[in-house]
């Protein structure tokens, strides 16, 4: 009997030691799989998520190597987009392997069983394919699979220099694995998505010109969807076509025009994305097999305002996530191209506005010649101000005036013609320069908004005596080529801006110029021209003036002012720069 009674209480115990051994290891995954989704969770991005998996596995199964791939369904193959163990040919043979139409196989075969394949002794195990492993050097092989709401992403391959006899706690940590890197990846595909759509959405919100948001769009979207190329569409109403409109290479001539009333295309009548998982079927495709997707950007009424044709080469791998993305970029795209045409007819109306300032019919002013150069600054600076003007007046003298409109675009246009037309009437009542300034200022005072000003030269010059009478407001000062001294003066009058504050005086200033001199007055555009952090400054204008003045006519010295300073640097504002000299008689 006592005997007996040993034996069950020893089987007891080790019933009981068993268990505890159980709940131990299960303690023990359980914290291992805890930990390494506390760690996923830290992160955000693919990359930084993807090298983390790497280096936890590793570390988590005791392997020797470790290594992550992509599964690229359209082209039935493998991306290796993290490893660690690896390097020099063992690396390079890895990325080949991965690359091979029947490449990684232990890895396609735990993607298509959807569950961890372990191979303990890759020499003796004949049940899986595993040529890949003995050429990796790996005695032992664990092949992960990472999927996630139905959606592959890949795998993770674990290698070991050593045979291994896998337990089920080994099995059971795998599956564990799988599922958190799955879920992570996941996680970081949906985070990535936001951030591109939230950059693109950056960038293509700051784009002015059609052409600008056409070009982001496109890059946009390849970047996005990791795509082979993409094309923008813009709807031809009148034949209910949409037509290619941007893109990086031309489109498929097949595919420069979409026929909206073909079945095919009902989807993007409709606001819905369409896919086509067999687009060599449709069409003649140079690169062979061959998905796209086509997301219609929306436009008013439901009338969709032209699409987004993305172009994949082999067959179509897209999750719902990434349809979605694509959707939310062509509504950002519709947003940015109502912006851009909006700002581009504004912008033809103000350059025509502008373009009626700047076209004044030159008086003749004896042996006096004058010049004028105009030129928009570059980029996407919307029209400005700037404006200049030479008018008789009532005693045979001339008015010259050279000015700047604060702000860009149509408002400031029409502004700079109510305050040239203004200054028209008040000089043809009286030319005196601290007369028409003062009664100018209190006409733009009381018709410019609060934030608006105005600055101006104006000078009245009489042709039969060379003499000028000058007055300013708050605009760079002219200068004055001496001919005889080959030297540089500025004309300084005080004044302060037009359209501030109410009742300024303005004071003139008289001077007169000889035959070979030069009077050059501009807007700020010119000197504040910029390389880095240096500006072109009045000093560099007054010794491009003294070097070409005595050898060029009016005319080119107006233009190689300008272009003095644009070969100096970047000139980010509108600039006219305007000349009048008297000529040299010969002796």
């Known amino acids: ?14 019933e009981l030691e068993r268990i505890v ?4 290891e299960d303690s023990e995954l359980g914290n291992a799989l805890l930990g390494l989704s506390g760690a996923l969770a830290e992160v955000r991005s693919l990359e930084q998520t993807i090298d983390l998996a790497v280096r936890m596995v590793r570390e988590l199964m005791g392997a020797d190597r470790c290594f992550s791939a992509a599964w690229i369904a359209g082209r039935q193959c493998f991306e290796v987009t993290g490893h660690l163990g690896f390097e020099g040919d063992a690396l390079d043979q890895l990325l080949e392997l991965a690359e091979r139409d029947d490449g990684l196989p232990l890895l396609r075969t735990a993607l298509a069983q959807r569950s961890p394949l372990l191979i303990g002794d890759t020499s003796s195990d004949a049940s899986a394919p595993l040529n890949d492993a003995r050429l990796m050097g790996a005695r032992a092989y664990a092949a992960l699979p ?3 709401w139905g959606e592959e992403f890949g795998g993770i391959g674990v290698l070991f220099d050593s045979p291994r006899e896998f337990t089920p706690k080994d099995e059971a940590l795998a599956r564990g694995i799988s599922r958190q890197v799955g879920a992570a990846l996941a996680n970081a595909r949906q985070f990535n998505l936001l951030q591109t759509l939230r950059l693109f959405g950056e960038r293509v919100g700051s784009k002015l010109t059609l052409q600008e948001v056409v ?10 969807l990791s795509a082979e190329d993409a094309w923008v569409y813009f709807l031809d109403a009148t034949s209910g076509s949409l037509v290619a409109a941007g893109y990086s290479e031309p489109p498929i ?36 097999s061959a998905s796209a997707v086509v997301a219609p950007i929306p436009g008013s009424e439901g009338t969709p305002l032209g699409g987004v044709f993305v172009l994949f080469q082999g067959g179509l791998s897209l999750g719902a996530d990434d349809m979605e993305a694509l959707s939310v970029l062509a509504a950002q795209s519709a947003l940015a191209i109502e912006n851009a045409q909006r700002f581009e007819r504004q912008r033809r109306v103000a350059r025509s506005l502008q373009d009626g300032l700047l076209t004044t019919e030159m008086p003749n002013l004896g042996e006096c010649t004058v010049g004028a150069v105009y030129e928009a600054a570059g980029g996407e600076a919307d ?28 408002e400031a246009a029409a502004q700079t013609a109510m305050a040239k037309y203004m200054l028209r009437a008040f000089a043809t009542r009286n030319p005196s320069p601290s007369s028409a300034l003062f009664h100018l200022n209190n006409a ?3 018709n410019f908004p609060d934030d608006k000003f105005m600055t101006i030269n104006y000078a009245v010059f009489d042709p039969a005596t060379n003499h000028f009478t000058m007055g300013s407001g708050g605009h760079p000062a002219p200068l004055v080529y001496r001919y005889a001294q080959r030297s540089v003066e500025a004309i300084e009058v005080s004044g302060g801006v037009l359209g501030a504050f109410e009742d300024q005086s303005f004071e003139q200033e008289s001077f007169d110029i000889a ?30 003036l003294a070097h070409h003045a005595s050898t060029m006519s009016v005319e080119d010295l107006a233009r190689r002012l300008y272009d003095d300073a644009r070969e100096f640097g970047e000139v980010t504002d509108d600039t006219i720069v305007f000349t009048l000299g008297c000529r040299v008689t010969p002796k």
């Open 146 to 148: 990472l999927i996630r």
């Open 1 to 14: 009997m006592v005997t007996h009674a040993t034996e069950v209480e020893r089987a007891r115990i080790g």
């Open 444 to 446: 733009l005072y009381k």
């Open 383 to 410: 029209v400005g101000g700037d404006f200049f003007d030479v008018f008789e007046l009532p005693d045979h003298r001339y008015a010259i005036v050279v000015g700047d409109v604060s702000g860009k675009g149509a």
């Open 21 to 24: 051994e159980s709940l131990r």
């Open 215 to 224: 070009h982001e769009i496109v890059s946009g979207a390849r970047e996005l």
């Open 515 to 544: 035959e070979g001199d030069v009077f050059v007055a501009y807007t700020d555009g010119l000197v504040e021209a910029r390389s880095g952090p240096k500006l072109y400054g009045r000093w560099r204008v007054e010794k491009s």
């Open 253 to 288: 001539p097949a595919l420069s025009r979409i026929d909206l009333t073909s079945e095919l295309w009902n989807g993007l009548v409709q606001g819905r994305a369409v896919p086509i998982t067999n687009l060599e079927e449709l069409i003649d495709t140079p690169t062979g």
